[in-house]
């Protein structure tokens, strides 16, 4: 509808009728939207089908007393026991490193004092040398990394130099000492 023909102040009358209408029309509809809605709630479901009803439970839904269902979560065995695995490969990589003095990995001299290794795999060792004097002191930590980074799955890898408590032979394996002419 134009309203050329019409006065302004008329034609504001109208517009601003119109527009209360229209706002009083907008709040009424949604008062009975809301009604309408709460009713919706409160009324329970009826099914009109023969196979439904409403207080079945659906089949294969848990009853309010059962667990939900855990999906993929392994046990702790089984998380124990990969990560045993997992150890069981670093030390391998670790025992393919020889002090180039001795015949015996280093692993088997009892070089490697500890193997730390987080849910992310990062892995931390913690090593010695059989003497502070030893000329590999510079090259057998890097020579360790270098080969436990190359195992599958490990994240970073971090190998520390330590000295107390010092190496003695006892550290060594029965193995290493039956090599070495100690038994």
Known sequence: MTFTSMPASRANLI???QAQAETENISKS??????ETEEAIEKPIISTSSQIKTSDPVQGSASEDAEPPVLNQANDSDIEKSQSQFEIKVIEAISTVFDPEIPVNIYELGLIYNIDINSM??????MTL??????VAESLPGDVERVVKTVEGVGGVKVELIWEPAWSPD?????????LGFM
């Open 15 to 17: 517009s601003k009728k």
């Open 30 to 35: 949604a008062s009975e939207l809301v009604s």
């Open 121 to 126: 795999n990062d892995v931390g060792i913690d």
């Open 130 to 135: 059989t003497s502070p004097a030893c000329p």
């Open 171 to 179: 550290r060594m394996s029965e193995g290493a000492k039956l090599e």
